[in-house]
């Protein structure tokens, strides 16, 4: 052959001749072409002779420009923007991604007629360079060489999202509700790297180049915080608050994105994925007096506990299988929530009482009854009050004993196990009202005290799961601005004595503290069997450093808190003592339901766990499950999840469980034993978030240093 013909087919079929091509030349450049169109060819041989060889065999192709740019990044995804023509020809069009000069390898495709491609598949905190190719009917790609350059995003998610609803009374701030958020540094940022926090009402399309700042009327994307990555934490963690909320029930969507310095505040560069729900942290306000358990935030305390790694775009879950690993509902009665197997995951967010349960006595003040014989002011008795004395409705506080009184037709009961909700209040009194911790009420009491306590918008409240506190009651963890060291935690604290110079918790009977009238102090007088004690009022200065990192004070220390949970029936002495699996005055607290307390199948039992300090690590102690807060006997099955108690890689900080208790007693029971722990005023060394106690029979459960705090389901 001497040479080619090249044709081009016309839409009525004839050949039109475009070129003749020179052997050996084998190629044809066909220019001035129309972007989107599909194109035919013939190519025909002649030889010396001018003959041609007849061949009929068409092939086409289409002109496609590729890509043109890319937005919408995330972790894991980009969508790749292209002009297809204006009279597209093209099946469908095929994105491709390579890394490092490698291949590339096929990203995602979509079908005709869009003018975007959305992936999916790609690694968080990567380069990329891309390409699009346009498909045309016959299944060949079209062979545009226009690529795209992108680095997908390192969101490392929100580590604590806290909420306070209002508080006007409280000694400590805040008072007005707020929002705070915590995340890591991004994968890649730098402490020039600029952060934009956007705020959205939860169920709205989230725009991240809004520009105006938020207010608490806003309906729509707003602006929270626009900031330089660093800070005081070395950059690690970058922190926003939202002063500018509305009340509950309102639930916000907060979405926090990076770009390089100097990125105008109303550029596409801040814009996630189309879909960008796992960069949404939710955020409900709570109601008065509460704080927020947020989900994310508990996930990844919980996780980095147990030195699992968070996931950040699962809302910070971790793999993890055993007891607590996920909640069966929300609340008694509601549904499942199926959550998926194999992971931590806290479940929901959930509403706590900033401060404990109170006595809610009748102050003159608020046209209420002050009690005979006592100043003007200061309804505190020195004795049960006469049958003779206030009317009903009235609540009086007794100091001498610590019991709280209320007139039920004329008759002063303390409402031990009686469940009045009118005895019980989740606020500070303010100035001159002060107002002392709730005791002497059973478990019992306390679940239908809380339960009495109706939120117009979210329904009844309860007493919290033993799941819960545990969450609850956590301290700052070290990626937080308020992060505290362990031996600070454990020794100032959580040891803490003299209350007016640390501000730490009240486990060591306010020593150093001297107790005065109500109104005069911050310490409440009790008296048991002759020995004073103290007890801090709700939302005391004295104790203002024993907060957790959700909000909620005095979770350790001050009394015991009464948690849902239970267990079975006990029976049997010595080393035979033995008690039923859990139950729960919450039908849908199912954390300890087949769990059997004998000390060889599952948790500690036996005579031999009555009363034992976690940081003595015994041989029947030696695995630890962190979601429930739980010792393991040594021969417990895998299955449950505990991790062994040490110093090395993979075990449980043993530091961690520092003046934490285990504390049973062992005579039988027919009702089961009820669940408290945080510690209490009377001892240092009975103070942590881990403390469990469950040492009375159920229907008698009943101290001077025993309290409770309600809780809610944010839904």
């Not at 013939?42 to 420009?65: E, K, L, P, R």
């Not at 520009?211 to 660093?230: D, E, K, P």
């Amino acid at each position: 052959m001497t040479a080619y013909v090249v044709f081009e087919i016309q839409n009525d079929g004839s050949l039109s001749n475009l070129s003749t091509v020179i052997a050996p030349g084998k190629s044809y450049t066909h220019t001035g072409l129309i972007n989107g169109n599909v194109y035919s060819y013939i190519v025909q041989a002649i030889d010396a002779y001018g003959n041609t060889d007849g061949n009929t065999n068409a092939v086409s192709a289409m002109t496609f420009a590729g890509v043109s740019s890319a937005g919408n990044l995330g972790n894991a995804e980009a969508t790749f923007y292209f002009n297809p023509g204006l009279t597209p020809q093209a099946l469908s069009f095929n994105a491709y991604c390579a890394t490092g000069g490698g291949a590339y390898v096929l990203a995602g495709s979509v079908a005709a007629p869009s003018s975007d491609l959305s992936v999916t598949s790609l690694t968080a905190n990567t380069a990329y360079v891309c390409r699009v190719k346009a498909v045309n009917p016959a299944g060949i790609e079209d062979g545009n060489t226009a690529t795209i350059s992108i680095t997908t995003r390192g969101y490392q998610g929100v580590v604590l999202a806290s909420a306070y609803g209002p508080a006007p009374n409280a000694p400590t701030s805040p008072t007005a509700a707020q929002v705070s958020l915590t995340w890591q540094k991004f994968l890649g940022a730098t402490n020039t790297t600029y952060y934009k926090v956007v705020r959205v009402n939860t169920g709205f399309t989230a725009d991240m180049t809004a520009s105006t700042f938020c207010t608490s009327a806003t309906q729509t994307s707003c602006l929270v915080c626009w900031t330089v990555g660093g800070n005081s934490n070395g950059g690690t963690v970058n922190h926003c608050t939202d002063l500018n909320v509305a009340a509950s029930p309102q639930q916000y969507d907060y979405l926090i994105a990076s770009a390089p310095v100097g990125t105008p505040m109303n550029s596409t560069a801040w814009q996630l994925p189309v879909i960008d729900s796992p960069y949404r942290v939710t955020v409900p306000i709570p109601p008065a007096n509460m704080v927020l358990v947020q989900q994310d935030s508990a996930n990844f305390e919980m996780c980095q506990l147990m030195g699992k790694t968070s996931d950040p775009l699962n809302k910070q879950r971790c793999s993890y299988s055993g007891l607590g690993a996920v909640p069966y509902n929300t609340n008694p009665g509601n549904n499942p929530l199926n959550l998926p197997p194999n992971y931590y995951d806290f479940g929901y967010n959930l509403f706590v009482d900033r401060f404990g349960l109170g006595c809610a006595w009748t102050s003159t003040a608020n046209g209420g009854f002050c009690g005979a014989s006592h100043a003007a002011g200061n309804c505190f008795g020195n004795g049960a009050p006469a049958s003779t004395i206030g009317v009903s409705g009235n609540v009086y506080y007794e100091y001498s004993n610590g019991m709280c009184y209320l007139n039920n037709g004329g008759t002063w009961t303390s409402g031990s196990g009686t469940g009045y909700p009118a005895l019980a209040t989740n606020a500070p009194g303010g100035s001159g009202y002060d107002v002392p911790p709730l005791v002497y009420v059973t478990q019992g009491g306390f679940w239908n005290i809380c339960q009495g306590m109706v939120d117009p918008n979210y329904g009844p409240k309860r007493l919290m799961r033993r799941r819960e506190f545990v969450a609850a009651a956590a301290w700052a963890t070290a990626t937080e601005n308020s992060a505290m060291t362990t031996s600070y935690i454990t020794g100032t604290l959580q040891g803490g004595s003299n209350l007016t110079i640390t501000h730490a918790c009240n486990t060591n009977n306010g020593n150093g503290i001297t107790p005065g009238a109500f109104n005069t102090t911050d310490l409440a007088n009790y008296s048991n069997t002759g020995t004073s004690v103290y007890a801090t009022i709700l939302g005391s200065n004295s104790t203002s450093a024993c907060v957790s990192r959700y909000g909620a004070q005095d979770m350790i220390g001050n009394g015991t808190i009464f948690q849902s949970d239970m267990t079975g029936p006990c029976s049997g002495s010595g080393s035979s003592y033995v008690c039923g699996a859990g139950s729960s005055l919450d039908s849908g607290d199912l954390d300890f339901n087949t769990l059997p307390w004998d000390g060889v199948t599952g948790a500690p039992g036996g005579f031999g766990a009555v009363s034992w300090y976690f940081s003595s690590t015994p041989s029947y102690g030696s695995q630890f499950v962190a979601p429930l807060g739980l010792p393991l006997a040594t021969t417990a099955s895998s299955s449950l999840g505990g991790v062994p108690i040490g110093s090395s890689p993979g075990q449980f900080n043993p530091l961690l469980l520092e003046g934490a208790f285990f504390y049973q007693l062992a005579p039988a029971v027919a009702t089961g034993r009820p669940f408290h722990g945080g510690g209490t005023f009377t001892s240092t060394d009975y103070a942590s978030r881990f403390n469990l106690y469950f040492n009375v029979d159920v229907s008698t459960e009943m101290y001077y240093k025993e309290g409770a705090r309600c809780a809610i389901p944010a839904e």
